[in-house]
């Protein structure tokens, strides 16, 4: 019984492992047929690939080239399938029916006990095929055909083969049988040429019928795939038109209702973007070149007064030195802006984070600003306790340029006030004056480089118009929001938010900090 047991489990084993083996071949089989029949797509591509480096074609070309040889290589497999198929077919009839007429020869063979020549002779007429008769040794006994010799082949076989004989395709089938006490191989020979040449004749038609069908699909493909690339060409010869000259112009999406709308319009939102970049850095070299010209017109008219009149007139000597001297420290200042804002612009200003206490950072410029000026009445209000994480000297910068640009605006001996406030996780710094105002349709644009609220640009109270887009810009690399209040001749008030606070902090975690929040 264990030997019994023993015996099972290893046969149980031997048949895991047979179907295991059987089941990855399969596995194998399967990816190599799908291999081979993605193969023809792969080189197709692969040829296209290299013809394109060669030369340049049209992406019209491209796409009816690709569908044409898609669809002619289902044509070539169908064709070969459905001629398979019918060659098979065929063959398949005529051995059934070869088979049935060996039966009825061995029946008619049987019921006679002998061999009735004139009986086989109708059998062959009738079914149209060559009966042989071969004695014990293989000699000929009798044939119907004496031009055909016997086929000494396969002949105790009872399986039908596909023999060639001279250059012919012949059927041939065999059975050995016993007449009285002889044996005898008779043997069926039936000429199956016709059908080859019927499925030579289908393979033409087939060549044929697939050339003009793929003419015509190559001809539609291209008229197809120029249809539906005329809308990209169209956007070609659109963008092609536009320049530096007009780049007000877009493309035209009117008509457009699919993914070629998307890529248009977002081709257009491009657009704007690079129109207003544009008109922005024309506008700032304008500026730039107004603002650097006024100096240096000054100065060279103090240059020429010098020349004609300073050597012997010390007063006037004086007046030109101290402008000549202003108008360079104002040209300093104003290099210094444009400096600082195009490194911005590279991301090229390092900061360091540290931790920064507002109450000692509002407290100090407090300081600072009633000692620089003292015309204002400077109110320092500061409610609560505030830590974050900045730089603090760009903090103190960001609210310096806000004071300046109050006192710049506030009549003299009027109030400026100093602010800030805790509400919840977050701080805000405040900068509030009783100057002129703002006009609200400027508020929005008092961010942007060289602007002045007043349209003249006048230079009557000094600045360039850089201050407040050096302030935003460290607003935004702290991550904090900025809020503008304003009503002509009643005053502005200016507010940052700053979104984090810290009450503690270890030091050295706090230098590890990266504040790039772009």
Same mark, same amino acid.
């Given at each position: 019984?264990?030997?019994?047991?023993?015996?099972?489990?290893?046969?149980?084993?031997?048949?895991?492992?047979?179907?295991?083996?059987?089941?990855?071949?399969a596995i194998a089989v399967g990816l190599l047929i799908k291999?081979?029949?993605?193969?023809?797509?792969?080189?197709?591509?692969?040829?296209?690939?290299?013809?394109?480096?060669?030369f340049r074609f049209s992406l019209t070309f491209k796409i009816s080239l690709i569908y044409t040889m898609?669809?002619?290589?289902?044509?070539?497999?169908?064709?070969?399938? !459905? *001629? #398979?198929?019918f060659k098979y077919f065929m063959v398949d009839t005529e051995t059934s029916a070869l088979v049935q007429t060996r039966i009825r020869v061995l029946n008619i063979v049987h019921e006679d006990e002998l061999i009735d020549a004139d009986h086989l002779s109708v059998v062959a007429s009738e079914d149209n095929v060559i009966i042989?008769?071969?004695? $014990?040794?293989?000699?000929?006994?009798?044939?119907?055909?004496?031009?055909?010799?016997?086929?000494?082949?396969?002949?105790?076989?009872? +399986?039908?083969?596909?023999?060639?004989?001279?250059?012919?395709?012949?059927?041939?089938?065999?059975?050995?049988?016993?007449?009285?006490?002889?044996?005898?191989?008779?043997? !069926? +020979?039936?000429?199956?040429? #016709?059908?080859?040449?019927?499925?030579?004749?289908? @393979?033409?038609i087939g060549v044929i019928l697939t050339i003009i069908f793929i003419l015509a699909i190559a001809a539609i493909g291209s008229r197809i795939s120029k249809n539906l690339l005329?809308? @990209?060409?169209?956007?070609?010869?659109?963008?092609?038109?536009i320049s530096i000259?007009?780049?007000?112009?877009?493309?035209?999406?009117?008509?457009?209702?699919?993914?070629?709308?998307?890529?248009?319009?977002?081709? /257009?939102?491009?657009?704007? &973007?690079? $129109?207003?970049?544009?008109?922005?850095? /024309?506008?700032?070299? #304008?500026?730039? #070149? &107004?603002?650097?010209?006024?100096?240096?017109?000054?100065?060279?008219?103090?240059?020429?007064?010098?020349?004609?009149?300073?050597?012997?007139?010390?007063?006037?000597?004086?007046?030109? *030195?101290?402008?000549?001297?202003?108008?360079t420290i104002q040209m300093k200042e104003l290099i210094e802006k444009l400096l600082f804002l195009a490194r911005s612009d590279?991301?090229?200003?390092?900061?360091?984070?540290?931790?920064?206490?507002?109450?000692?950072?509002?407290?100090?410029?407090?300081r600072e600003t009633r000692m620089i000026d003292s015309k204002h009445d400077i109110v320092c209000d500061v409610e609560g306790e505030s830590m974050i994480y900045g730089n603090n000297k760009l903090i103190k910068q960001m609210i310096r340029i806000f004071i300046e640009n109050a006192i710049k605006f506030t009549e003299e001996s009027k109030q400026i006030t100093l602010m800030m406030r805790v509400v919840g996780d977050r701080t805000m710094l405040a900068v509030k004056d009783a100057g002129i105002g703002i006009p609200k349709e400027d508020i929005a644009k008092i961010f942007d480089r060289f602007y002045r609220a007043d349209k003249s640009r006048t230079k009557s109270s000094g600045g360039s118009g850089l201050g407040l887009s050096i302030a935003k810009w460290i607003i935004d690399q702290h991550g904090a929001e900025v809020k503008v209040f304003s009503e002509l001749n009643v005053g502005t008030k200016v507010e940052i938010w700053f979104n984090e606070r810290v009450s503690l902090v270890d030091e050295e975690e706090v230098n590890s900090l990266d504040l790039d929040r772009e």
């Open positions: 019984m264990k030997t019994s047991k023993k015996t099972e489990r290893k046969k149980s084993r031997f048949l895991v492992l047979i179907s295991t083996v059987f089941k990855r071949i291999y081979i029949a993605l193969l023809p797509v792969r080189l197709l591509m692969l040829l296209l690939n290299k013809l394109g480096n060669l898609l669809v002619l290589v289902v044509l070539i497999v169908f064709n070969a399938s !459905l *001629i #398979s198929f042989n008769v071969l004695d $014990e040794n293989t000699e000929n006994v009798y044939s119907t055909d004496s031009l055909l010799k016997p086929v000494k082949y396969n002949l105790t076989s009872n +399986i039908p083969v596909l023999l060639k004989i001279n250059e012919e395709r012949y059927l041939v089938a065999s059975a050995k049988t016993k007449v009285g006490d002889t044996y005898y191989y008779i043997q !069926l +020979i039936k000429d199956v040429g #016709s059908l080859y040449e019927n499925v030579y004749s289908l @393979i033409v005329d809308p @990209i060409t169209t956007m070609t010869g659109q963008v092609k038109a000259k007009n780049l007000d112009r877009r493309l035209d999406v009117t008509d457009a209702k699919d993914e070629l709308k998307d890529l248009a319009m977002q081709f /257009n939102s491009m657009l704007d &973007h690079i $129109e207003d970049a544009y008109g922005k850095q /024309n506008q700032f070299v #304008s500026d730039a #070149s &107004h603002e650097l010209r006024t100096p240096i017109s000054v100065i060279n008219g103090y240059v020429g007064m010098l020349d004609r009149w300073g050597k012997r007139d010390e007063a006037i000597l004086d007046e030109s *030195i101290q402008a000549i001297k202003g108008e590279r991301n090229k200003i390092e900061m360091e984070i540290e931790r920064v206490d507002l109450n000692e950072l509002m407290e100090e410029i407090c």
